[in-house]
């Protein structure tokens, strides 16, 4: 059992939708983050969340930081081909740390 | 800036065989890791350094050993390569802040 769920795996899309992706966890996470990954290279990181209940937009892509700090949503509104890729949430349990938890991923595809 | 650069890109193995995957960063970060990603587990850490001379267990250190004797470099070593160790690895590099940067990757095989 990973420490951070994601949810779901694969997401298959019509271009012009939108979609939530989700990140679950049991435990307290002093930050969580969102990276992209296209294939063939390392994830970029899209997003820090650092406080409970924050929402940072980032153009379509809004994230959320949930009240008791162990879980996390990825909305994205109006999904477009070059939105495809691989989205991990990552996280840093507890007060800190140095070791970065990684989901399992969601691979999503969006078809024009 | 180069980043954070890994040799090789791709490597096959036969199993007991050793190598060094290399791994270089150019920012003056203090924390490097190494990660390897399987299909379906997003990434898991093998190793991880917060500083030259320091260097610790992630959740899958077994069958690896990691040194880090300048603030650029660190290598990941693999002793008697096996096949369950087939996989992508990645190295990445952190500041003071909450950003890692990652390479661009090793895919290993091991036959």
């Known amino acids: 059992t990973q420490l951070l769920e994601q949810s779901p795996q694969f997401l298959s899309i019509q271009e012009g939708e939108n979609l939530t992706v989700y990140c679950n966890s049991s435990?307290?996470?002093?930050?969580l983050q969102w990276y992209r990954q296209e294939p063939g290279e390392g994830p970029v990181l899209l997003v820090t969340v650092v406080t409970g209940g924050e929402v940072k937009k980032l153009k379509r892509l809004t994230f959320q930081f949930g009240d008791a700090r162990k879980d996390s949503s990825l909305h994205i509104t109006a999904a477009q081909p070059g939105d495809t890729g691989l989205y991990l949430c990552?996280?840093?349990?507890?007060?800190?740390?140095?070791?970065?938890?990684f989901g399992g991923g969601t691979r999503l595809m969006v078809k024009p | 800036n180069a980043g954070v650069t890994q040799t090789p890109k791709f490597q096959v193995l036969k199993t007991g065989q050793s190598m060094t995957l290399q791994c270089a960063q150019d920012m003056n970060h203090e924390y490097m890791s190494w990660y390897r990603q399987d299909p379906g587990m997003g990434l898991r850490l093998i190793h991880y350094s917060v500083g030259a001379g320091i260097t610790d267990q992630g959740e899958v250190p077994n069958g690896y050993n990691v040194s880090r004797s300048t603030t650029e470099d660190f290598p990941l070593r693999l002793l008697s390569a096996a096949p369950s160790q087939t996989s992508v690895y990645f190295c990445?590099?952190?500041?003071?802040?909450?950003?890692?940067?990652f390479g661009p990757g090793t895919r290993l095989t091991v036959t």
């Open positions: 990445a590099s952190r500041g003071h802040s909450y950003e890692q940067y």
């Open positions: 990552a996280g840093y349990p507890g007060r800190a740390g140095n070791m970065l938890t």
């Open positions: 435990s307290v996470f002093s930050s």
